[in-house]
């Protein structure tokens, strides 16, 4: 398999507003709310920042998969993700978006519980920090984790998005 030197990008419209959506050998590796004009750059930044090409390609067809189940997750009818993944990031990090992966739709996790789940009960803020470099939210569902007395608590795409999607999920929160 030849392995390609640049990232294919596709644009979707969601509830949440425009997404653009990211692979790297047929790997979804990045996911930012905005269009492809609006995150061209931090893309770009983010590419160069994980060792991956920064030349972008638009293509419809590598990213045809994610963009069905991100729409079907959108619409209520998926509750989950089935896609090849690259998550780059610190091991740290890994770790905790695996706990996050562990997740089930419509519950939520304090930040101190998925720092309990990688073994750190002191390491709350280093979530924090993880969640916000999370390249694939929504499917790396850090919108699930929340403040140890229920309220919403940061989100990378803003708390209307966070919201929006817990509430399309019917997750338990004091919702702000």
Avoid at 13 to 23: E, H, I, M, Q
Avoid at 32 to 52: M, P, R, Y
Wanted: aromatic share 6%; glycine share 10%.
């Amino acid at each position: 398999m030849i392995q390609r030197n640049y990232l294919s990008v596709s644009g979707i419209d969601t509830p949440a507003g425009p997404l653009t959506l990211a692979s790297y050998d047929k790997q979804l590796c990045h996911i930012d709310f905005g269009t492809l004009n609006e995150t061209k750059d931090h893309l770009i930044q983010w590419a160069k920042s994980v060792g991956l090409p920064v030349e972008i390609r638009e293509s419809e067809d590598d990213l045809a998969d994610a963009v069905d189940q991100i729409r079907g997750y959108f619409s209520g009818e998926r509750t989950s993700f089935d896609l090849n993944l690259m998550m780059k990031g610190t091991l740290f990090q890994k770790k905790v978006w695996t706990a996050l992966a562990h997740i089930p739709y419509g519950e939520t996790k304090t930040y101190k519980e998925i720092a309990l789940a990688v073994g750190n009960q002191k390491a709350v803020r280093a979530v924090g920090g993880a969640n916000n470099k999370n390249p694939l939210p929504i499917v790396i569902p850090c919108h699930r984790v929340i403040g140890s007395d229920g309220s919403l608590i940061g989100y990378g795409g803003g708390l209307d998005k966070k919201r929006l999607m817990l509430h399309l999920e019917k997750a338990e929160t004091v919702m702000e």
